[in-house]
């Protein structure tokens, strides 16, 4: 088994090295980075050695994710979707469909998630995006609706309705109907490629639907939200380590009255609350990614507590980062001001913190 170790964040670190800002503020990724960290399987770590990935755990995978986070959200959301696609490829597809498109995705071909819509958010019930079956084809027509990563995307698994349940299948972004359309100017992630999927009778062969077809959306989708709140999470706990980094070498070398503000109670306050903010987001990732490779039935509310708390402790922390750096983090793109955008999006993204609050609650309320 092939972890994304030293060497993995090595590569990270060299391809990304200061360039976040500049991809930031252009919104856009360049091709070669994606594609030379997905060539390494490094966009989709957990998937196995039989088809071309790392093998790697879901510990491993996650504080993998977290480095990522800390140089280029952006990139990590990338690497989410990627993440996204294969696990619901392995979950989901057949052996065929496995052999087929997961060799695809740790080789260099990059792949996004389609769930929402306008009228369907955190109620994916509602999704109006159809996939029906003509024949020996299937046709798929809808519109989704601020999909990460499929500007970039060579394949996109797509849910929709299929007969009284549900589906998903892959479709290529290449094929006749399909249209991608770049949202303008998000608020955070810029350069993570979101756009829109506009699916115009899209025509593909019916083995281009994985297995599970017909099973109620909510059984579908749970399996590939489980892993995005997980990434999103390590993600976070990678936001508020460059926060954190930021914040404390300011506030060392920076003088006022003296001596480094540092040293003043008020600031110290924001560098301990960012401090303990991290650590508790990353014990609580490190018990959803525990529960994960263990097997536990426990791993559900797990990865939705650990998203809650990393995004709430995300979105806290980074507005403590910019309050420490003041008008020296205050510049658009910035670490810290890439991160109080870039954080914001955590809280909404793979489940609202108020949907995570009514599971959580449910949760609670069932007796644990």
């Known amino acids: ?36 960290l997905g060539a390494q399987g490094l966009l989709c770590a957990q998937v196995g050695p039989e088809h071309g990935g790392p093998g790697a755990t879901s510990l ?9 986070g800390s140089r280029c959200s952006s990139l990590r959301s990338v690497m989410t979707s990627q993440g996204m696609a ?67 995307a060579d394949l996109v698994a797509v849910f929709g309705r299929y007969g009284d349940g549900a589906a998903v299948v892959v479709v290529p972004t290449t094929a006749p109907g399909v249209r991608v359309e770049r949202v303008p100017d998000p608020l955070g992630c810029r350069a993570a490629g979101h756009a829109d999927v506009v699916l115009d009778g899209v025509r593909l062969d019916a083995g281009a639907v994985l297995r599970g077809a017909g099973n109620p959306v ?14 999103v999470a390590w993600g976070c706990v990678g936001i508020l380590r460059a926060c954190l980094e930021a914040a404390v070498a300011h506030a060392r ?8 503000i540092a040293g003043h109670q008020l600031v110290a306050g924001h560098l301990a609350e960012l401090y303990a903010a991290e650590q508790v987001a990353t014990r609580a990732c490190e018990h959803a990614s525990r529960c994960w490779d263990a097997g536990s039935p426990e791993v559900v509310v797990a990865t939705v507590l650990a998203k809650h708390v990393g995004a709430e402790h995300a979105a806290r922390g980074a507005a403590s980062a910019v309050q420490v750096l003041a008008s020296a983090g205050a510049s ?19 489940g609202s913190s108020e949907i995570c609050r009514l599971i959580l609650a449910d949760h609670a309320g069932r007796g644990r």
């Open 60 to 68: 491993a995978n996650g504080e993998f994710t977290a480095h990522v």
């Open 332 to 350: 658009d793109g910035h670490v810290v001001a890439r991160a109080y955008r870039d954080a914001k999006l955590m809280e909404i993204i793979e």
């Open 86 to 152: 294969a696990w619901t490829i392995e979950r989901f597809g057949d052996e065929g469909q496995r052999r087929t498109w997961l060799p695809a995705l740790t080789g260099g071909q990059l792949a996004a998630v389609a769930m929402s819509e306008a009228g369907a958010g955190s109620d994916l019930s509602a999704m109006g995006t159809v996939i029906e079956r003509d024949g020996d084809e299937v046709v798929v027509t809808g519109r989704k609706k601020w999909i990460t990563a499929a500007a970039y």
């Open 1 to 36: 088994m092939r972890e994304p170790d030293a060497d993995g964040r090595a590569l990270v670190d060299a391809l990304v090295g200061d360039r976040a800002r500049a991809w930031d503020l252009a919104g856009e990724l360049p091709g070669e980075v994606l594609r030379e």
């Open 218 to 231: 909510s059984l579908l989708v749970t399996a590939a939200l489980a892993y995005g709140r997980f990434s």
């Open 253 to 260: 070398s920076r003088e006022q009255f003296g001596r480094p």
